[in-house]
């Protein structure tokens, strides 16, 4: 059976703007706002890309050469302080902040649809997201390839070609994803760069025996590779801030002049700058005390959300609301069973209550995405 065509007409003008003639294929997206059409990239566009990518990749590899030749290392190893790993992780990450931050700016000026839901306000935020997940994402690789190939040296040639490669897949990576931006790509990396770098935290600390102790350890000095967790804490607020205000800044187009989403913006503000605090104080002797408070602080944030969501958020449904209580009761029971029975662990409380919570916030977001989100998307031809 042949495929059902819907076919779209445009004027003429319209066409020439987004690049295209009669029997393209175009994809329309119908929104809260109005319609996107998305059209295929014109060829010119592309070999620009193309040529801004290559040249990017030459003076990125030049300053990696330039280093290693100043300082006369002509044997690099993979990971340590001057390594492989550690140029790659500043150079290679710049190079992607750089490429992402072109290649919006010029769909931006060319008012492709693709980037107008993003404004110029969220582009900074969005930006600083995108490099501190290329960071975190390296980090962990680079992690893993220093655990499988431990004392790994390279000559200066083989060093330089793996930093190409690894700036070219980068910088790639990075422009590919301007014309995939949204709320809910932001929130699914959120969910990924917390959930890989706790594992990644434990899985380091697994012959230390962490689970012991408390979920904080694996941020203490005593822990292995401690920064991995401090980090991945850090980078979660800052990429939870970037989301936050992504969200509302788009939300205030459906719901103008809200004050309740105004308290609950403040209130999961709060909660992301209190996630990235408990990473910037680990739980070390000197800052202990600092440490617990700031801690705390995050299970108040969050049950004041839940209890106050019912107010904050518009048109909330009744299964979501169920399912918040449910989650709260849930968190009340486990502070009984681990301050009062004394059943519960100290690791196996705080695991289960960032679970909960963890569980709850995504559920949140996605509820916010909700509002944002295309209605339908359909595939035509144009006439």
Do not use: C
């Not at 040529?51 to 190893?77: E, N």
């Amino acid at each position: 059976m042949l495929e059902e065509k819907n076919f779209l007409q445009l004027p003429k003008q319209l066409k020439e703007h987004l690049g295209i003639k009669s029997g393209n294929n175009v994809e329309v997206t119908i929104t809260q706002d109005g319609l996107i059409v998305k059209s295929p990239q014109k060829p010119t566009e592309i070999h620009e890309r193309r040529v801004s990518t290559i040249i990017l990749i030459i003076l990125m590899t030049i300053a990696f050469l330039g280093y290693f030749i100043v300082r006369k290392i002509h044997y690099i190893p993979l990971t340590g302080n001057e390594s492989v790993a550690t140029l790659s992780l500043g150079l290679t990450t710049l190079s992607g902040l750089i490429s992402f931050s072109t290649s919006f700016i010029l769909l931006k000026h060319k008012k492709a649809a693709v980037v107008q839901a993003v404004s110029w306000r969220n582009f900074p935020t969005v930006a600083l997201a995108g490099a501190l997940i290329s960071f975190m994402l390296m980090a962990g690789l680079f992690w893993i390839a220093g655990n499988l190939f431990k004392g790994a040296t390279f000559d200066l040639a083989t060093s330089t070609a793996i930093f190409a490669m690894i700036t070219l897949i980068e910088t790639q990576t990075m422009a590919n994803l301007v014309p995939r931006l949204s709320s809910r790509l932001l929130t699914n990396t959120f969910i990924a760069v917390i959930v890989s770098g706790m594992v990644l935290a434990m899985m380091s600390n697994q012959n230390l025996y962490w689970w012991k102790r408390n979920l904080s350890f694996l941020g203490t000095t005593n822990a292995k590779s401690a920064w991995e967790f401090n980090l991945t804490l850090i980078f979660s607020g800052l990429i939870l801030i970037a989301l936050i205000d992504y969200l509302f800044v788009s939300l205030k187009r459906v719901f103008p002049k809200n004050k309740q989403l105004l308290i609950l913006r403040v209130l999961l503000t709060l909660l992301a700058v209190d996630l990235a605090s408990v990473g910037v104080f680990p739980n070390n002797v000197q800052l202990h005390l600092l440490h617990g408070k700031v801690a705390g602080y995050l299970v108040y944030l969050v049950l004041a959300l839940i209890i106050g969501i019912r107010w904050l958020l518009p048109n909330v449904s009744p299964d979501f609301l169920h399912l918040s209580w449910l989650i709260a009761g849930a968190l009340l029971a486990g502070e009984i069973l681990f301050q009062v029975v004394g059943y519960l662990s100290l690791t196996a409380f705080e695991i289960l209550a960032f679970m909960l919570a963890f569980t709850w916030l995504v559920m949140l977001f996605e509820r916010l995405n909700d509002y944002l989100e295309p209605i339908q998307t359909r595939n035509y031809v144009v006439k």
